[in-house]
Nanobody
């Protein structure tokens, strides 16, 4: 059974940092692309960042220079380091593992940026 479990969300003040983790099981993690998505209330889910199995990374323009995506294949875990957080980063953050026609989602973790 495939499972993706996110953790690390919470409440943080503007300008603060959080590190999200996505622990994967049931898949050959190293051959999957891993991505982080977010969905704010009333908005569509959007791509935040992704890292391919080869290590190529892409970021949404809104998070470039502030967020860093990484993966540890030995631990089958992906990470999203979020710095200089803004109120508009508030959303539920989801991780996704994908390869060819297969894709799997985590349950999401809430990130709230507020003073």
């Amino acid at each position: 059974q495939v499972q993706l479990v996110e953790s690390g969300g919470g409440l943080v003040q503007p300008g603060g940092s959080l590190r999200l983790s996505c622990a994967a099981s049931g898949i050959s993690f190293n051959i999957y692309e891993m991505g982080w998505y977010r969905q704010a209330p009333g908005k569509q889910r959007e791509l935040v960042a992704r890292v391919t199995s080869a290590g190529t990374v892409n970021y949404a323009d809104s998070v470039k220079g502030r967020f860093v995506i990484s993966r540890d294949n030995a631990r089958t875990t992906g990470y999203l380091q979020m710095n200089s957080l803004k109120v508009e980063d508030t959303a539920v953050y989801y991780c996704k593992a994908s390869r060819l026609v297969w894709s799997y989602w985590g349950q999401g973790t809430q990130v709230t940026v507020s003073s």
